[in-house]
């Protein structure tokens, strides 16, 4: 059974750091890139970071500079360490798991950021 586990969300003043996790169990973590969504109400999910399965990254416009996203194939674990967060970067954030050479993709149950002004 394949599950993805996000923690490290919660409640930040703007200007404050998280670092979220997503833990990954089920899939041979190393054959997946590893894509960071977030979600606001009412609005779609938004792509926020990727790394490729070697390690390339890739951010949105709007958190280049600030976020990072990282990976440890030997825990299976992503990471999105945030920083300089602003209270437009509340939302729920997702962790997705797509399969290098195939159709699979999974997700998470999704972590709660609120940053407040």
């Known amino acids: 059974q394949v599950q993805l586990v996000e923690s490290g969300g919660g409640l930040v003043q703007a200007g404050g750091s998280l670092r979220l996790s997503c833990a990954a169990s089920?899939?041979?973590?190393?054959?997946?890139?590893i894509k960071w969504y977030r979600q606001v109400p009412g609005k779609q999910r938004d792509l926020v970071a990727t790394?490729?399965?070697?390690?390339?990254?890739n951010y949105a416009d709007s958190v280049k500079g600030r976020f990072t996203i990282s990976r440890d194939n030997a825990k299976s674990t992503a990471y999105l360490q945030m920083s300089s967060l602003k209270p437009e970067d509340t939302a729920v954030y997702y962790c997705?798991?797509?399969?290098?050479?195939?159709?699979?993709?999974?997700w998470g149950q999704g972590t709660q950021v609120t940053v407040s002004s």
């Open positions: 790394c490729s399965a070697g390690g390339a990254t």
């Open positions: 997705n798991a797509r399969e290098l050479a195939g159709p699979r993709s999974h």
């Open positions: 089920g899939i041979i973590f190393d054959m997946y890139t």
